[in-house]
């Protein structure tokens, strides 16, 4: 059998579906308190008065902490300054701090705190922000990069497409909302936490409260889902240790579902002006993409949508143009596909757009203007495979049957509609460490300090170790999620594989020779005096290639020589030079709507879409994981939409009733396939990464198929009903 790529089932399954897993709000330890923030009620103020009397008399509360009696934070900064000052900078903000033996009594008694604000003037009109917005980057590239000439391109262009596309302010809502528990041991401090990266709560906790990096120890097993909110340091992480501090016990900190909306991140909305030119036999002569996004005040924050531009098809003019917009909001972050989700929106609906201009399939302009070099740096892809996406796609889906006219297609009363897009997302990695450790048991232990957000880190693991070692997946422990195994970094970006893969791949390779060198120097193996090359291992036991039969269990062989540990801690950094190869992802996605022209209701019946990611490393994962991603690109193209009171920045939708994902009715059906080339130039698996490319293309292909049923361009997402009717 061939572990790597095998349709493994995730080795923590029973463990999750039992409820064995255990995630960062189920430890419990003596003595534990419970904390629950009390969070502002206005978007811009300062706090002028807080009344704690009726609070801190209620039954079992242990402390109110506010502004006024906050510990001081020595090495906070931005949003971790929190009850640091008496500023507001935005509605739902943390503002202070109840502690209570039971969390019923922490509750209640934060209903008692009187916070009298002295109201500012608040930012919350998005447009009205542009003539102050300014540039920004994201993860450290510019927003603003051109290449070409825009506006001779524009001239010679023979056909335009000009217009605004829109997207709204999402909160990420996984299952389990943040938490963590915090315990100090002198200066010492253990966190549980719910997060995406381990080492980066450790680090900055460390800096925040003025200790070592090694006094902080932060554990994180399971993860219920991230998607980019779990990513970064949020106040209740900073609330959760300082209460722990000032009560000197353990404290538990549970986010409430309303406070998932505004303390820790969403995604911003856009505004994206999109100026497409092409010759009338369709070949792109210039692209202008300007976005604005929104930020906060204390903080910015870029939803990079135009980066998707710079890749995406060969065009020798390309302008690309970030403006950030601060508002009286809490900081965006990154959430599945940041930047990339929205900004594929906006311009593969812009090429559908340009293929109606043209009266050309829009796959035949995709394919017109396909490009095997990054059309920025004109250096080659290290992989780019999205014709063949594109053909098995287009196949699959039955595309060559598609009348192009709007309105053409009907099923009774429903008006079909068929659409395309084109998905990408990049390649990329970083640095990381695993241990590998042949255990005296037969077993083997795997280590990372990773995190399983539920993308099946875990399992890729044990399948990585399993695929040297010629080792059952079965005798593989898999461990992660916890500081004290070596550094990982965050479980984002879709570079987890990428990373985490290597460096076990390299760890147990290390191990391998070790232990092959201890069986040809033991006096007593029955592979004695052989050379390194004819010696082999497999199925738990060393053995001499020539002569099979002439083996034993590696746990004999370990245990004769006094049960030393055989183990290695690799450590691996991103191979690829990117001044020599892009790196991206492809894919192609295919959808067919139904359209009540009554009710403007639309229904996905069925996407099928086939991407370039790399090796697949788990075929049912990565079947998951863009499965997954799909689900939320029908969800950004017809649902979620934060609603913002526009008087006083309070989102009136901050529940899971009113906040609409897809459930399965929404769905339909949905048929995924991966070309499945190894891309062996990023990292030594050739896996570039699948968590996030599902989500890019799936907004714009399902956009482009309502124009086609309907006849009706709606460039305001979400599409929900009362805009197509
Ligand atoms: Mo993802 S939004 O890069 O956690």
Redesign the pocket.
Known sequence: MNVIGAPLSRVDATQKVTGKAKYSAEFKTPKLAYAVMVTSTVPSAQIFNMDKNDAERATGVIAVITPEDALKLPGAESRLTVLQDAQVHYNNQPIAIVVAEQLHQAQYAATLLKIQYQDEPAKLDFIAGFPASYPGSHTGIPGDMSFGDVESGMRTAEVKVDQIYTTPIQHHNPMEPHATMAQWDGDHLTIHDAT?HISGVQKTLAKTFGVPNENVHVISWFVGG???C??EVWSHVVLAAMAARQVNRPVKLVVERPQMFGPVGARPQTYQHLTVGATRDGKLTAIRHEVHAHTSMIEDYLESSAFPTRVMYSCPNVATIHRLVQLNMGTP??????GVATGTYAVEVAMDELAYELKMDPLQLRLLNYTDVDPHTKIPFTEKHLRECYTQGAERFGWSKRNHEPRSMRDGSQLIGWGMATETYPGKNLPAGALVRLQPNGRVLVASGSQE?GTGMYTVMTQVAADVLGMSPSLIDARLGDTDYPEAP?????MSTASVGPAVQQAAIQVRQKLLQMAIGDAHSPIYGARLEEADFKDGKVFLKSAPGKSEPYSTLIDRNGNPAVEAIAKVKPQLNQKEFSCHSFGAIFAEVAVDPDLGMVRTRRIVAVYDVGKVINQKLAHSQFTGGIVWGVSLALQEDTAVDPRNGRIMNANLADYHVPVNADIGEIDVAAIDIPDPKLDSLGARGI??IGITGTGAAVANAVFHATGKRVRDLPITPDKLV
């Open positions: 995406q991230g998607f980019g779990k990513g972050t990154y959430m599945r596909a940041p957000i965050i479980s984002a970006g879709s968590g996030e």
